[in-house]
């Protein structure tokens, strides 16, 4: 075959478009660590990486989660912790109601005490954290309480349920009808059967002159059932507390494997992409050398 001037310079641009090619490509990892940057250059690359970044997506919004969920059973918390104080300063009051020397004025004014603090419970289950009421289930845009309402008290049970991994969602509420209740099926209401009735009812009998100490004294085992009942409702929430801090180790480990993965797939080796790129510089000067011994002078060059 016939080899022409034409077809050594064609031969020539041609590997040398080649070589700026390849010195492109190093420079383009360099500048972005990425091994690819478009998906044309490793269609395979890329399909992983968006498998692995939507993967990493959902682990990030799972540790969003994370964040809302502590926030609601911690303020929860806080807030039981206050009623349980409350409702212990209250029997302390009744202790000392229950004793016949006290005079009807002295009774008053622990009435008036029990009503503040009774006033202080409700502000308590009406508890909010941002714009949500975290005492009443599902319906967190509503007051759970309010002792001026038929029914005064919400009997909303539905959980609030946050997903915290993938298909698994964990309740972070507390039922308000296991720890603010009123009694609403009993007219009169009757004592031993929800919060604020029986507050509601002490109350009655403090500012009653009739009643004795014997009357008062049968509200203490009330109040340490609604004791109990704040105390059973922390230790729930205490268990699902340490679940969750074993699902939020969970998916730290998951963001830590899913990242690790996602660099192994993505990023440059930049030790290897920097060799690779001054192997191809001395390959493209040696082809730049050779092309200029490769062609020859024309006539053109001897008129100049």
């Given at each position: ?25 190093y ?6 660590g ?66 016949d ?27 909010k ?23 005064p ?17 964990i ?134």
């Amino acid at each position: 075959m016939r080899v022409t001037q034409g077809m050594l310079a064609e031969n020539m641009l041609r590997n040398l478009s080649a070589s700026y090619a390849r010195l492109g490509k190093y420079q383009d990892q360099l500048a972005t660590g990425k091994k690819i940057n478009r998906p044309s250059d490793d269609p395979v690359v890329a399909m992983k990486g968006m498998a692995y970044r939507t993967n990493l997506t959902e682990v990030e919004q799972f540790k969003r989660n994370f964040s809302e969920a502590h926030n609601w059973i911690e303020n929860s918390d806080a807030a039981l912790d206050e009623a349980t104080q409350v409702l212990q300063r209250i029997r302390e009051l009744v202790v000392q109601a229950s004793n016949d020397t006290y005079e009807a004025s002295q009774r008053e004014s622990i009435a008036q005490e029990v009503q503040q603090l009774t006033d202080h419970l409700v502000s308590i289950a009406n508890t909010k954290v941002g714009d949500k009421y975290i005492f009443n289930g599902t319906n967190t845009l509503q007051q759970p309480v309010d002792l001026n309402r038929t029914p005064p008290v919400s009997t909303n049970q539905n959980e609030v349920k946050i997903e915290l991994s993938k298909g698994i969602y964990i309740p972070v509420n507390v039922d308000p009808t296991k720890v603010f209740s009123y009694d609403s099926a009993n007219t009169p209401p009757q004592p031993g059967n929800g919060l604020f009735s029986d507050l509601e009812l002490l109350n009655q009998d403090l500012n009653n002159p009739t009643k004795s100490g014997k009357d008062l004294n049968q509200y203490l085992s009330y109040i340490d059932k609604h004791i109990n009942n704040f105390l059973n409702a922390r230790a729930e929430l205490g268990a699902r507390m340490n679940r969750i801090e074993l699902m939020e180790n969970r998916v730290d480990q998951q963001e830590i494997i899913a990242n690790r993965m996602l660099s192994d797939n993505e990023d440059a080796d930049i030790e290897r992409v920097i060799t690779d790129l001054k192997t191809q510089e001395s390959v493209h000067r040696a082809a730049l050398g050779v092309g200029a011994r490769i062609i020859q002078p024309t006539l053109l060059d001897f008129l100049r």
